[in-house]
């Protein structure tokens, strides 16, 4: 199976109280990993809104990341945009829009076959979206004790 990484969940490893389950999680399933270039943005604007040492150490680990993912990171391309659009109607019609950068990461998912990894589980439970989310659905981590 093949991912398409949310914000939420690419950002755990930057974090000072990163889950250590989807830490694990996502080292082990990296090859299988693709996110949006709207998730790229969004990680973008959270290390802008940090400042001092902390936005340069996270400034150095999105470009890692970027870098990492060289070539898995989907862009909102023609093919995506009409993904969209065909995704949208229905959801308008039913009354269940999505906040439009969801919409858009889950146009790159359908569009690239990907299961979205999530938190935020409520914007994207979709008709026709595949959705997992980590911090529910992974197994504690056995802590050893001494």
């Known amino acids: ?30 090859d299988a990993c693709y996110t949006s270039a709207v998730v790229i943005a969004q990680l973008a604007y959270w290390v802008r809104s940090k400042d001092g040492k902390s936005r340069e150490a996270l400034q150095l680990w999105l470009t890692r990341l970027i870098d990492a993912m060289h070539g898995r990171i989907h862009g909102f391309n023609v093919a995506v945009a009409h993904v969209w659009a065909e995704q949208e109607r229905p959801l308008e019609k039913a009354g269940q829009r999505m906040p439009v950068e969801d919409s858009y990461i889950a146009a790159t998912a359908r569009r690239h076959n990907l299961t979205i990894v999530t938190g935020n589980e409520k914007d994207f439970l979709r008709p026709g979206l595949k959705v997992f989310n980590p911090f529910r659905e992974l197994p504690p981590i056995e802590v050893p004790r001494g």
């Open 1 to 30: 199976m093949n991912w398409l990484l949310d914000a939420d969940v690419l950002s755990q490893p930057a974090k000072r109280l990163g889950d250590p389950r989807v830490v694990a999680w996502l080292e082990a399933e990296k």
